[in-house]
Every structure is written in structure tokens, then in C-alpha cells.
């Protein structure tokens, strides 16, 4: 099985790649479950719940194409660098990772080759493919809260320094009545992350859209508000490319 989920597109003429890095929070047999409780594989520690289900709802709305992680975060974390000290997890949100907590190099090195890797050439291929009108969107989630303080945003939009996506996002974020953050709950500044790695450094126009978990909780609840939010992207793109 690849290191990665690929939706061709449907409509051969997108010029759209969407993103999920945390998808999924199924782990290679090899590792079993890293020698954690099943139960916290429901949690936000092992994938952003709900983001892989919007990105499919947005893949068909769009007929755009679309790379998925296959595993959990808690394997390898697809949307840092392959130096970042945080790449492998060892502690999460107060959980200690049993299975990580003696990874040496030697093993990081063979989850880089086996999943980070194909990962990345994944949407490196389908950039190539796409060509220089490319845009990347990638989809992530929240959790509500955080250490008992509430989180307000439905939406965050996340960027660095590239506003050509990021800017007319926003703009009809608030058009549609949204509650939304710039650059909240998280900084879009990551460096060597996943979209400064594909954006940033290709020159590509592209953002991070963090949605709050309470939203997306259920398949259907996730399919309905990425059909809302089709309507937003899909306006922000095109204010995107009158800017052009």
C-alpha cells in the first residue's frame, strides 16, 4: 500500500491541488499501535479529525486532484521538514508515544524514505503535471479548545509570507459571514513545512485552511461544510486570478 492516498482529477483542466497531511489515523501492521491506547487513535494526537473527508467533498466539487496521507501523524508528520525535531512525535498532548520513545536516526531515516518521501514526490509529480497556474490549498482541523479556553474561529486561514490565495480567502470568509482568523489558532510561518516546501520555494499561490473539529465531527457534517465552503475557495480563487 503507498505512503499516500492520489484523486486524479476529474476535470482535466484544474489547475487546483488539494492537501491533507494528517488524514488518517491508520498506522502500517509492522508498527501495531506504537504502543498506545486504540482509543486515543480517535483523537486529534493521531490525524485532524475530519480534515481527509472535506478534502474528497472538495476533490469532486472541484474535480480537482488531490494527495491524502495514508498514516497517522503520530508515524511520521508529513507537513514538517525532515530536520524538524518534532518530524517523529515522542510526546503528544500529554501522551507519551511508547513506540517513538527510542527512534534513533536510523529509524527516522527508514520513516522518511518509506513515507515521508513518496509523500512529497507525490505532490511534487502532480505540480509538475499542473504546471506554473498551479494553487495549493491544503486542509487541516482544530480542536474546539485548548487547555480549557475555548476557540472562537470556525475557519483559520494560514500563510506566511504569500497573501495572493490568503488575502481574497479572508476577504470572503467575512463575506459569507464566517468567523475566521488570520493565522489563528496556528502561525502559517512554519519553516520547511509542507506548503513552504511546495509553495513558498516553487513559487506557487497557496494557503492552509484549519477548520474547527466540532464542525467536521461526522462524514455528513464534514460534507456539508465543505460544500459551503466550495463556494468561498472557489470565489477566492477566482479573485486570485483576475490579481494575477
Not at 57 to 69: K, P, S, T
Not at 72 to 91: A, F, Y
Not at 96 to 109: D, K, L, S
Not at 171 to 183: C, I, K, Y
Request: with cysteine.
Amino acid at each position: 500500500m503507498t505512503a499516500f492516498e492520489h484523486i486524479e482529477a476529474a476535470n482535466p483542466g484544474s489547475t487546483l491541488l488539494l492537501l491533507c497531511d494528517h488524514a488518517s489515523a491508520a498506522l502500517p501492521e509492522r508498527y501495531g499501535r506504537l504502543g498506545l491506547d486504540p482509543a486515543l487513535f480517535e483523537t486529534h494526537i493521531a490525524y485532524d479529525i475530519g480534515a481527509a473527508d472535506v478534502t474528497r467533498a472538495l476533490a469532486a466539487r472541484f474535480g480537482a486532484a488531490a494527495v491524502l496521507g495514508r498514516w497517522s501523524r503520530l508515524l511520521i508528520d508529513l507537513n514538517r521538514g525532515e530536520d524538524d525535531p518534532t518530524l517523529v512525535m515522542k510526546l503528544s498532548d500529554g501522551s507519551i508515544i511508547p513506540g517513538n520513545r527510542e527512534v534513533g536516526p536510523q529509524e527516522v531515516a527508514r520513516r522518511i524514505r518509506d513515507f515521508h518521501a513518496p509523500y512529497h514526490s507525490a505532490i511534487t509529480a502532480e505540480l509538475d503535471r499542473i504546471g506554473p497556474k498551479a494553487a495549493i490549498i491544503s486542509i487541516h482541523s482544530f480542536t474546539p479548545s485548548w487547555r480549557g479556553k475555548p476557540r472562537p474561529w470556525e475557519v483559520g486561514v494560514l500563510w506566511d509570507k504569500d497573501r495572493r490565495l490568503a488575502g481574497p480567502l479572508m476577504t470572503r470568509l467575512a463575506q459569507h459571514a464566517f468567523v475566521w482568523g488570520d493565522n489563528e489558532p496556528y502561525s502559517g510561518a512554519l519553516e520547511n513545512d509542507c506548503l513552504n516546501r511546495h509553495g513558498t520555494r516553487r513559487g506557487v499561490p497557496h494557503v492552509l485552511v484549519e477548520i474547527r473539529q466540532d464542525l467536521i465531527a461526522t462524514p455528513d457534517l464534514a460534507e456539508g461544510f465543505g460544500h459551503k465552503l466550495y463556494f468561498v475557495l472557489h470565489a477566492a480563487l477566482g479573485d486570485m486570478e483576475r490579481l494575477r
